[in-house]
């Protein structure tokens, strides 16, 4: 009977503070907090293709992962810990006689152990399982099988394979089951290289390279995006990691030295004379007419094998013949305030164009 007269008493007064609370801040705080519980559970709505951390796909996503859950499960234990403490205090409070104060000696005990040297214990542990996962996330023992440059820049990403003579964007094609090095920078503001489902999210900034280990445990096709606000396009600013087999992989490298074979038809011939009538080449480079391999620092994509990629614009648009018109055309209709300017052209021109610069895969 006591006891149920307890938890009564606690029920009466946990409600008080609750409708207290809502009555006080205009009836805020119950829709705000459905909202951040939505939204957290929300967020774990997978797709296809979702940059999603919690489902890593190499090792050094899981050893992201590990420590994620490990943070989870230690800040999971202190919430819960610390409401119990909350509703034992309103349980003691209703019992509380002022004539009986707590013992100085056991008040400060409890502030000194709850409030140092358990939170000191804790901050230790965390520590060390992320040093831990530092060091390994840090290992260079095994040498790379592979290594690719990815320059950031507003708002694409210029992929390089100095090794092979390639140049690409927005797609990083690499062998499945072997660690590929990165080397990692900018070209103009601070950006973001994050994989989630592959590793952790580095920093890419200009005059500096940071290197990253990649590795797919299997072939696939990871989401990259950038995790640094660079401007107004930001958002839209992701990538393609494409895992293959190493022979699918040695395929891809061969088809993609190739220069472009020039035009074959006369739609072609004439879609070339447009890409230098429009001054396309003050930004891009097509791979067969201009230098073998060109320095970094254009303004655009390099649009040799444009034919093979799956998106444009940093990932914000399929590629196909529709909307890479339009892109050429307008583009800042599609990605408002991006650099590439627009380029009037007629229909038979536009579409000649297109014919050229898909020519390629
Ligand atoms: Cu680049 Cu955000």
């Not at 989870?72 to 034992?88: K, N, Y």
């Not at 399982?129 to 390994?136: C, Y």
């Amino acid at each position: 009977m006591v006891q149920s007269n307890r938890w009564t008493h606690i029920w009466d007064k946990l409600t008080r503070y609750l409708s207290e609370a809502v009555s006080r801040t205009g009836g805020v705080v119950l829709p705000v907090g459905v909202a951040v519980v939505l939204s957290g559970v929300l967020t774990g709505c997978a797709t296809e293709n979702t940059p999603d951390m919690l489902t890593p796909r190499g090792p050094a996503a899981a050893h992201v992962a590990e420590l994620w859950w490990i943070l989870f499960w230690a800040a999971t234990a202190v919430f819960v810990l610390v409401l119990g403490l909350c509703v034992f205090a309103i349980l003691r409070s209703g019992n509380a006689r002022p004539d009986e104060p707590v013992p100085l000696v056991a008040r400060n005990s409890f502030i000194v152990g709850a409030g140092a040297i358990v939170p000191a214990l804790i901050l230790i542990g965390v520590l060390a399982v992320t040093v831990r996962a530092s060091n390994v996330l840090m290992d260079r023992s095994e040498p790379p099988a592979l290594t690719i440059e990815v320059i950031a820049h507003q708002w694409w990403w210029e992929v390089r394979y100095p090794d092979h003579g390639i140049v690409t964007a927005n797609e990083i094609y690499m062998p499945a089951g072997v660690p590929v090095e990165f080397h990692l920078t900018a070209r103009d503001v601070i950006h973001s290289f994050w994989v989630p489902q592959l590793a952790g999210k580095l920093d890419m900034i200009d005059g500096k390279i940071h290197t990253a280990r990649l590795e797919a445990w299997e072939p696939g096709t990871f989401r990259g995006i950038c995790a640094e606000f660079c401007g107004v396009q930001h958002t839209f600013m992701d990538f393609y990691v494409v895992a293959q087999e190493p022979a699918e992989f040695q395929s891809w490298v061969e088809q993609q030295q190739r220069p472009h074979a020039g035009p074959t038809t006369e739609a072609e011939s004439r879609g070339m004379e447009i890409y230098y009538e429009a001054r396309c080449d003050q930004c891009h480079i097509v791979r067969g007419f201009d230098e073998p391999m060109p320095p970094t620092g254009r303004a655009g994509p390099d649009l040799t094998h444009l034919g093979s990629r799956m998106t444009l614009a940093g990932a914000t648009i399929e590629n196909n013949v529709t909307t890479l018109a339009q892109w050429i055309l307008d583009p800042h209709t599609i990605k408002p305030g991006v650099h590439m300017l627009p380029t009037p052209l007629e229909p038979d021109e536009l579409d000649a164009l297109v014919a050229f610069l898909l020519a390629m895969e």
